[in-house]
């Protein structure tokens, strides 16, 4: 079936380390979005991105969509402890399903 | 508007008993979403609303799942004859149809014991 997968599961960075969650589909997505969820908490929208190599940055957060949109990352410089939480890549299947789907996150722990 | 409101948050049953989860979405977004969420994974898609009809539905949801959205405003998830399996978060989210960003509720946590 269609699936989006993220690497790594979890990692575990010493404040003020780089950090980079990778995201990659079974199929060609029509957009990525990126959503961050914190411990305890729901999911919540970072950003979105629709163009294949694509680029954007907000402060600290670079994310990437790749040329062929089957794939996305998303690097953070000097991370800090509030960046705690898992990142989860979503996308809209180039199938003409209306829902988003999910990929399996990547855990991030910061160490103060 | 206070965003994306979901009831009860938590939820304890015993095996075999019905459940029935209301989400009430933000009041100008059209679509509403339900999704299952299990500890360690990413939210799973079970159904999609835009208005009243309902638009699609995952696989995952069996025959003892069902939901509505009778007015297009609020839902209602409702889970017959609960199985342990069926213990997991149930998040509700919305979207306008034009930015298909999803704002998500807080959650309903289900426990079937």
């Known amino acids: 079936g269609q699936q989006v997968m993220q690497i790594p599961q979890y990692q575990h960075v010493q404040e003020g380390e780089d950090f980079t969650t990778y995201c990659n589909s079974s199929?060609?997505?029509?957009?990525i979005q990126w959503y961050k969820q914190r411990p305890g908490g729901h999911p919540v929208f970072l950003i979105q991105?629709?163009?294949?190599?694509e680029v954007k940055k907000q402060k600290r957060l670079t994310f990437q969509f790749g040329e062929a949109k089957k794939n996305s990352s998303l690097h953070i410089t000097a991370t800090q402890t509030t960046d705690v939480g898992t990142y989860f890549c979503?996308?809209?299947?180039?199938?003409?399903?209306?829902?988003?789907?999910f990929g399996s996150g990547t855990r991030l722990q910061v160490q103060p | 508007d206070t965003g994306v409101s979901q009831d009860p948050r938590h939820k304890i049953t015993k095996r075999g008993q019905n459940v029935t989860f209301r989400c009430d979405p933000i009041?100008?977004?059209?679509?509403l979403y339900w999704y299952r969420q299990t500890l360690g994974q990413g939210p799973e898609f079970l159904t999609y609303?835009?208005?009243?009809?309902?638009?699609?539905k995952s696989r995952l949801l069996s025959d003892r799942f069902s939901a509505e959205r009778p007015k297009g405003s609020f839902s209602t998830l409702e889970i017959q004859r609960t199985e342990q399996g069926d213990s997991a978060m149930y998040l509700c989210?919305?979207?306008?149809?034009?930015?298909?960003?999803?704002?998500f509720g807080a959650g309903s946590r289900l426990t079937v014991l």
């Open positions: 991105l629709v163009k294949s190599g």
């Open positions: 009041s100008e977004h059209n679509r």
């Open positions: 979503a996308g809209f299947m180039d199938t003409g399903r209306r829902a988003l789907t």
């Open positions: 609303f835009q208005n009243e009809a309902q638009l699609e």
């Open positions: 199929t060609t997505l029509s957009n």
């Open positions: 989210a919305s979207s306008t149809s034009g930015a298909n960003v999803l704002t």
